[in-house]
């Protein structure tokens, strides 16, 4: 499977001349979503959701179809009938040919006084691939590559590193890192590769990795 980063929270997964796109948001490139076969999206956020992107993607892809909670669901169905299809934790489901399982029902605590949103995270091919979306869902199965939200306003380090200990992958690839600047950067990659216990791993957007 190749794995390649788009800006933010986004990545696109390419086998056997299918795509499956996750959250191609407003920080991701404008063609972040194009030629995707399937479409996957943990919640409603802006930098997670982009209804311009979606619709670019369907459109130019009428084959495509979007898998995504009932929040994102609601604001873009009616221009796609039967080709968004809402799912929830414990669904499985084929999309593109990737075997997907949902994890997870809750958005992390931003601050007590902001209500919590629904956000779902996506299982691939039996944890090859693992991204929880603005959570840190542990998904209760192996999984070989992390997508890490390395950065948000709802997280500190110690958390990024906790999690990586608690869901053991083989290697962590940072998702969610638009909000980290590159000076800063060292200071994360050497705390979470040295006190996570998985390979931490990198990629420039547009850059890719078999995994």
């Given at each position: 499977?190749?794995?390649?980063?788009?800006?933010?929270?986004?990545?696109?997964?390419?086998?056997?001349?299918?795509?499956?796109?996750?959250?191609?948001?407003?920080?991701?490139?404008?063609?972040?979503?194009?030629?995707?076969?399937?479409?996957?999206?943990?919640?409603?956020?802006?930098?997670?959701?982009?209804?311009?992107?979606?619709?670019?993607?369907?459109?130019?892809?009428?084959?495509?179809?979007?898998?995504?909670?009932?929040?994102?669901?609601?604001?873009?169905?009616?221009?796609?009938?039967?080709?968004?299809?809402?799912?929830?934790?414990?669904?499985?489901?084929?999309?593109?040919?990737?075997?997907?399982?949902?994890?997870?029902?809750?958005?992390?605590?931003?601050?007590?006084?902001?209500?919590?949103?629904?956000?779902?995270?996506?299982?691939?091919?039996?944890?090859?691939?693992?991204?929880?979306?603005?959570?840190?869902?542990?998904?209760?199965?192996?999984?070989?590559?992390?997508?890490l939200p390395v950065m948000a306003p709802w997280s500190k380090i110690s958390e990024?590193?906790?999690?990586?200990?608690?869901?053991?992958?083989?290697?962590?690839?940072?998702?969610?890192?638009?909000?980290?600047?590159?000076?800063?950067?060292?200071?994360?990659?050497?705390?979470?590769?040295?006190?996570?216990?998985?390979?931490?791993?990198?990629?420039?957007?547009?850059?890719?990795?078999?995994?």
């Open positions: 499977m190749k794995l390649t980063k788009k800006s933010h929270a986004c990545v696109r997964l390419e086998k056997d001349g299918r795509t499956l796109v996750l959250d191609p948001g407003g920080f991701s490139e404008e063609d972040a979503a194009l030629g995707a076969d399937a479409i996957l999206v943990t919640h409603e956020h802006p930098d997670h959701f982009d209804e311009f992107r979606l619709r670019a993607a369907m459109e130019n892809n009428p084959a495509a179809r979007i898998w995504t909670l009932k929040s994102v669901a609601e604001k873009i169905s009616s221009a796609f009938p039967g080709r968004v299809h809402t799912v929830g934790h414990g669904d499985t489901f084929t999309a593109a040919g990737f075997e997907i399982q949902v994890h997870g029902e809750l958005h992390a605590v931003i601050h007590p006084d902001i209500p919590r949103i629904t956000n779902v995270g996506f299982l691939v091919d039996g944890g090859k691939v693992f991204h929880p979306g603005d959570a840190f869902t542990v998904p209760g199965h192996r999984v070989e590559t992390l997508m990024v590193i906790d999690y990586v200990r608690e869901v053991k992958p083989q290697r962590a690839y940072d998702v969610h890192d638009a909000y980290l600047t590159d000076l800063a950067r060292p200071i994360y990659d050497r705390q979470i590769g040295q006190l996570g216990g998985s390979e931490h791993l990198r990629l420039t957007p547009g850059d890719s990795a078999e995994v």
